[in-house]
């Protein structure tokens, strides 16, 4: 099945494509003014009579149309003008003038843009988050950004650093490729760390689309693809600020400052500063709730605009990151550190990158672009008695071309890529070092039939120095109905190396032993890289009652792995053993979500979220631990005409499976199955002069948390202790008050 997926985007490729030498019908298109001077049309549609077979005029005014056997009439339209409708002639070159429409006077179009939008337009389901619904939460960096939506799960890692990590269609976070502006981002020893790197403030949009994603940003994605756009120089505040503290005692402050040098320039300073310095131990458990943190993370990017051709963006970001945790008395380097047991992890990042396109005026649908990022990653850490120590130097390069055949009904995009990572890690006495380099080489082609039927046909080829060559298709299809129905079906393939120890850190919280099943060989771990395929099937269904419009959806989606890099936590409590994947590995997922504005500035959002997520371990197969079959979700906001808004979310998770841990004294064992529980989430904010807001909000207002989050918190160093079992909240009730400051 899958394979002809493949096929069939070759064949559609191969359909497109019209080698022949044909005739052309070429002319110009302009407006006589009063005095009868012509003025070029840009952008006007020249297409035959009785097709959709057609072009575009370019910036002069001038078209050039293929002659199809079929056709002997063709029309010129343009917004605000009459149509003219020409008979095919023996003539090489016609102008024509198009006349204004009848002056119908001033009409305003007023549409109310949603938080949470979805195209009905674009062949794959993608959701995008703009600011307002960033601004529905605390929202203080990327790992919680996703509090009030349905299809991303957010979770903690552990009970000691306090990470949280996403999940989308019951897969870790990792599955999921995550970019910024689509480039590389949160990936490697930043896998799970990393969404903590980009503060929301810095945040202006999500893009968000589960499944199989474009060929164009590599082969990595399986479980989807996230895409965060920061905030624009040419566009944004000339300053914004964002003041956060909350009951923990965690202070943020945020500063965006950019400016515009006349025509081409323009730049941004984005800061971050937080700190979190109190000891909390509500569960007298001896052991900190939430992690001492101080952070600092600053970019600076530049953008340039050429009056003509040329587009280029620079920026460079720096991450400084300080973490300690464990036993509340721990302090690193006092004398007591060496008996009390702690988490202390310092991370310095430095990131640059830069993009150039080049744009042609005269042929708008072909442009040329160059992507380039290189990072460093330093982590040092220490958990009790393991030390984790790890570097990565990447780099990134995406050569892109953009193009049409023949109309614009017919788009394509293809280019060359090549992604470097130098690993070192130590985990203890033992090394894992690795050098992985993957040039690669991807076309994409879009066929659009008006806007009933499009098709986004994808296949790339990479050659990996220790995996070897592999191909990636990938295939979208979408179908409307109406205007108002619309259905969607993706397919294709993903394959990326497994950073086990990153993006499993938080077992180090515990007395495990890391036990990894290599095969001897100089892959990464000794382990195979990771591959999966994954089919999607979304339907849309925009509605009316009441004059007032809303959304229903069903969404379903199937992974299946190939070879899974499984992490067993079964075979004993006090082990965690790491091998490939030898049975069967699934995720099933079904979401079903209506959004809809129940009176005037009130919205309402409901989703429910089913999983059946297995995989094989030693030979049994059983279900995905820490992960809810079922969730149900509800999100309400109001707002008010003089600029008060409110905003409720409550979230009810269903039960999750406990790893096993039957063998161990009965006073740390743990049930099977834990409790489902409710998580209500409020905020209540005001605006003034459209340049200060004020917001108040709590977090799980029913102040819900796991019992005894931590086994054998009074004795750390003995073999029962694990801190990496978290189902649920840990802290409980937390209020949290900001504001925010902006000059545009």
Known sequence: MINKIGWIAILLLLLSIDVNAQDFVEGKVYEKGEDGTPTPLVGANVYWSGTNFGVATDAEGNFKLMKIEEADAFIVSYIGYQNDTTALGAWDYIEIPLRPAVDLGEVEVVHRRRATEISFLDPAKVERIGEKELLKAACCNLSESFETSPSVDVSFTDAVTGTRQIQMLGLAGPYTQITRESMPDVRGLAAIYGLTYTPGPWIEGIQLNKGTGTVTNGPESI????????????????????????????????????????????????????????????????????????????????????????????????????????????????????????????????????????????????????????????????????????????????????????????????????????????????????????PGAYFEYTYSLEDKFNVVAGIRGDYHNIFGAFATPRLHLRYAFSDNIVLRASGGRGQRTANIIAENSGLLASARQWQIQSDGSHKPYGLEAEVAWNYGLNYSHCFRINGKEGTFAVDLYRTDFENQIVVDLDQSPQQAVFYNLDGKSVSNSIQTQIDFEAVKNFDIRMAYRWFDVRSTYDGLVLKKPLIAAHRAFINLAYATENKWHFDFTANWQGKKRIPSTRSNPIEYQMPDYSNDFVLLNAQISKQWWEKFDVYLGMENILGFKQKNPILSSENPYGPNFDASLIWGPIFGRMAYLGLRYKIK
């Open 223 to 438: 479980a989807g693809q996230i895409n965060v756009e920061l905030r624009k120089p040419e566009d944004a505040d000339r300053l914004y600020l964002n003041l956060f503290t909350n009951l923990g005692g965690r202070v943020e402050a945020n500063a965006n400052i950019a400016h515009r040098f006349k025509e081409k320039w323009s730049t941004a300073l984005l800061l971050h500063g937080k700190n979190n310095a109190l000891r909390w131990d509500k569960n007298e458990d001896g052991f900190l709730d939430m992690p001492l943190n101080t952070s600092l993370i600053a970019v600076n990017r530049w953008k340039y605009v050429s009056p003509k051709r040329m587009r280029m963006q620079l920026g460079v970001k720096g991450t400084h990151i300080n973490t300690i945790g464990g036993q509340k008395e721990f302090r690193p380097g006092d004398a007591l550190a060496q008996t009390l047991w702690g988490m202390d992890m310092k991370v310095q990042r430095l990131e640059g990158w830069g993009k150039l396109g080049f744009v042609f005026e005269e042929e708008p649908w072909k442009t040329v672009g160059l992507q380039v990022s290189a990072t460093h990653h330093n982590q040092d850490s220490r958990f009790g008695e393991k030390d984790y120590n790890a570097n990565q130097n990447s780099f990134y390069a995406n050569l892109l071309y953009k193009s049409i055949f023949n109309n614009t009904n017919h788009k394509f995009i293809t280019g060359a890529s090549f992604q470097y990572d130098n690993y070192k890690e130590q985990l203890v006495s033992n090394n894992f070092d690795r050098v992985e380099t993957m």
